[in-house]
């Protein structure tokens, strides 16, 4: 009987050994493919930059190339102006080739359609304004910021008129790699014209589904919904964070989403606020999308600035702790589209923000900058 009570009591131990072992293993594969399923993106990211940078000549580098810590980092706009970096129509056939496959490594289909279209519209709007030399759909820029690496943070700007976007890899380690996913805002999305109205491509609109699925959304509220969510009956002339470095609108207006139903006013929200957070790659969107989850949807608000008749001067803005989208629609009589995403905490990679200062925490960790003084 003593016997058989060991026995059993040596399985029993066995069982529990074997089981604790099953979801240690089971927990430590789920961090893994977490942990893997960010770092690809990165890893892709990196090696399309490394890539990029071999196909340069030293005079191209030059020209393109900067510090991680650089103030030509936050140099972004959107409008039409001399920029510094290596254009694209200044590339050779091999420098082009790497240049796109960058971008593609670090936007989805979607994104990297939108960004190829504002080149196109670029072209296209020189030929409706018969001065096709001021509008030069290859006068669009690539810079490169730090040493890209998986292990320390480094970033890279593509820009030119309607679009600007600004990449950045971030300094959370995991087994001495990065493994937050590229972050890309400020993203910055322009159309002019918004509807083309003459020529071959007539009756498009490149970023027909941002005005589409607000008004929408605006179409399924109640009027007294309504009446809270437009917070002013002028649209503004233009985004209001304009190229700030960093964003200072923090007062929310509109419609708070938790106030939305859930048959059908939330669910067009969401596809809304997915049209703008899924030009980034799917592993990056899902990161921010659960940020949003994580800081709460009812600390989300929809905001509308202006008319609500298509064909007229209009604004909309979706902003929470971790987010801000906005859209305006203002200029050469409502069809000209300005509309960017900015991140509350992350911008540039979180340089602007003490609880994620990604270049404080370089020189924090890095051994070679632990003699030098940290920026203020």
């Known amino acids: 009987m003593a016997n058989n009570r060991k026995t059993l009591i040596s399985q029993s131990i066995t069982w529990v050994a074997i089981g604790s072992l099953f979801v240690l293993l089971f927990f430590s594969v789920g961090v893994s493919k977490q942990h893997s399923k960010r770092s690809t993106g990165s890893n892709s990211t990196t090696a399309s930059a490394q890539n990029y940078l071999s196909t340069l000549s030293d005079r191209d580098k030059q020209l393109s190339t900067w510090s991680f810590d650089s103030e030509e980092r936050f140099n972004w706009h959107f409008i039409p102006r001399e920029r510094v970096g290596l254009p694209l129509k200044s590339m050779t056939s091999n420098q082009r080739v790497a240049a796109h496959a960058l971008l593609r490594s670090s936007l989805s289909s979607q994104g990297y359609m939108k960004a190829t279209g504002v080149m196109q519209l670029e072209g296209i709007l020189g030929t409706i304004e018969g001065r096709p030399e001021r509008r030069d759909p290859e006068d669009y820029y690539l810079n490169i910021f730090g040493s890209p690496s998986i292990t320390t943070p480094w970033a890279w700007r593509f820009e030119g008129h309607h679009i600007s976007i600004n990449f950045s890899l971030n300094h959370h380690h995991i087994n001495g790699t990065l493994s937050d996913p590229p972050l890309i805002t400020p993203a910055f999305f322009g159309s002019n014209p918004h509807l083309i109205t003459e020529g071959e491509h007539s009756g498009q609109k490149l970023l027909g589904a941002e005005e589409e699925l607000a008004r929408e959304l605006i179409s399924l ?117 300005h509309s960017v995403w900015r991140d509350m905490q992350h911008d540039f990679g979180g340089v602007n923000h003490s609880d994620s200062d990604v270049l404080r925490k370089h020189y924090e960790e890095a051994a070679h900058h632990q003699e030098r003084l940290l920026p203020n």
Request: charged share 20%.
């Open 221 to 337: 509220l109640t009027k007294e919904q309504l009446e809270s969510a437009i917070f002013q009956s002028q649209a503004p002339e233009d985004i209001i964070t304009g190229t700030d470095r960093e964003v200072g609108l923090r007062t929310y207006q509109g419609i708070t989403i938790s106030s939305l139903n859930k048959q059908e006013q939330l669910p067009v929200f969401m596809r809304l606020l997915k049209e703008y957070v899924y030009n980034a790659k799917p592993s990056v969107a899902e990161y921010h999308i659960k940020r949003i989850e994580e800081a709460g949807l009812e600390n989300l608000y929809f905001g509308w600035a202006g008319s609500t008749m298509p064909g007229e001067g209009h604004y909309y803005r979706i902003h929470g702790p971790t987010i801000l989208i906005e859209y305006d629609n203002v200029q050469n009589d409502a069809n000209h589209v």
